[in-house]
């Protein structure tokens, strides 16, 4: 599969460079860490939300991390939670399953990005399928985020 076409035609259309790193398939972000051969806190994982509205957010913070609901209703005055495996998979269908890239304005949808992410010379994400990374820039990413809520809003789980 390698680049999801909303991924790519974003990344394209903003001018956003980046570049492929080939891997070994991996269903986690530990062995992508792993076969990739990057720090798993440099790979950005994109957690999918949804308030009692229905309305969408993606959650992007390092992979090693883990959301923090609280924190991240009070930062938006909001009351998300996690959505099902199944809802995520409808909203990504040019993406294999469980290989989201933490891109949510690609799908037009609202982000907050846990500002750890900001303090990274290069940031990794999914490309859309299990064999591929994307490394990004500090300036990349900062476009990629540039419409997004940034605040600490994730807590380390070791792995």
């Known amino acids: 599969m390698s680049i999801a076409n909303r ?16 891997h070994f398939h991996s269903d986690n972000s530990v062995s ?21 509205e229905g309305r969408k957010l993606m959650a992007v913070l390092p ?10 209703n009070e930062e938006l005055l909001g009351s998300y939670h996690l959505i099902k ?13 469980g290989a989201v890239p933490p891109v949510g304005i690609a799908y037009n949808m609202s982000m907050i990005c846990d500002s750890l992410l900001d303090e990274l010379d290069e940031v990794y994400i999914e ?8 490394c990004i820039d500090k300036q990349g990413f900062e476009k990629l985020t540039a419409s997004a809520r940034h605040a600490r809003f994730s807590r380390e789980v070791i792995h």
Request: aromatic letters at 8%; one cysteine or more; glycine letters at 4%.
């Open 7 to 22: 991924l790519g035609f974003y990344l394209s259309e903003h001018q956003i460079p980046f570049q492929v790193i080939p």
């Open 32 to 52: 992508t860490a792993v076969t990739a051969n990057v720090p798993l806190n440099q790979i950005a994982k994109g957690v999918m939300l949804s308030d009692h």
């Open 63 to 72: 992979a090693n991390n883990k959301v923090t609901m609280s924190r991240v």
């Open 85 to 97: 495996e199944n809802q995520v998979y409808e909203l990504f269908k040019d993406c294999e399953h």
């Open 127 to 134: 490309a859309g399928d299990h064999e591929n990374l994307l």
